[in-house]
């Protein structure tokens, strides 16, 4: 149990152009789901932090306005990357909190995004 | 953010022998700390994890020491196989953020056979 997926896995894009990768908790229900950003040979960076039914919290030096996250049900959350530019082509993570299970973190596959 | 580091950023060792990969932390406010095993073009996968009220747990061919003293944090592997390559991670999580987990720098492990 506690699988997390990620669609698309891989996507190529122009610059200007938006794109949304969706994150779905597919076996539990999750309260939080979180959004990181991965470059390569690096770390992954916390980006936001997003509840069901109410805004995302971002952390600080993330764009609220270029990356638009919306968490509209207990098994979804998307990120929108708004007018793409190269500098925002990396690995994009997110992690779903199962509902009562506290902070354990099930993270999904990761999808590979480039902006050309 | 927080701020966690790792020490080393590469790590080479002979199949079958024990790996330390280690990692320093810097919020001693943190309650959790976990490893995770991240292979190239996934996502991370969790190894172990260790609350701050502890100073070693074993799991299945892994053990986390953490020492609060020096707010540092070493993750073993024991007979280490091919199949443990890969980059690994810490995390800290202060419960006081709401959950949020701050990853380390990463180390990346290879095996040779």
């Known amino acids: 149990g506690a699988v997390v997926s990620q669609h698309p896995s891989r996507v190529i894009c122009k610059s200007g152009t938006s794109v949304k990768i969706e994150c779905r908790s597919l076996d539990f229900q999750a309260t939080t789901m979180f959004w990181y950003r991965q470059f390569p040979k690096q770390s992954l960076m916390l980006m936001a932090t997003s509840n069901e039914g109410s805004k995302a919290t971002y952390e600080q030096g993330v764009e609220k306005d270029k990356f638009l996250i919306n968490h509209a049900s207990l098994t979804l959350s998307t990120l929108t990357v708004t007018s793409a530019h190269p500098e925002d082509s990396s690995f994009y993570i997110c992690?779903?909190?199962?509902?009562?299970?506290?902070?354990?973190?099930?993270f999904g596959p990761g999808t590979r995004l480039t902006v050309t | 953010g927080e701020s966690v580091g790792l020490h080393l950023p590469t790590l080479s060792v002979q199949e079958g022998d024990n790996s330390i990969i280690n990692c320093a932390y810097s919020?001693?406010?943190?309650?959790?700390f976990i490893w995770y095993k991240q292979e190239s073009g996934k996502g991370p996968q969790f190894i172990i994890d260790i609350r701050s009220n502890m100073d070693k747990r074993q799991g299945q061919r892994v053990t986390v020491l953490l020492n609060k003293t020096v707010k540092h944090l070493s993750l073993q592997i024991a007979a280490t196989q091919p199949g443990d390559s890969a980059v690994y991670f810490c995390?800290?999580?202060?419960?006081?953020?709401?959950?949020?987990?701050?990853f380390g720098t990463g180390t990346s492990l290879t095996v040779i056979p």
């Open positions: 919020n001693s406010a943190s309650d959790y």
């Open positions: 995390a800290e999580i202060p419960l006081h953020t709401g959950n949020q987990f701050y």
């Open positions: 992690s779903a909190q199962r509902e009562g299970r506290g902070y354990e973190q099930y």
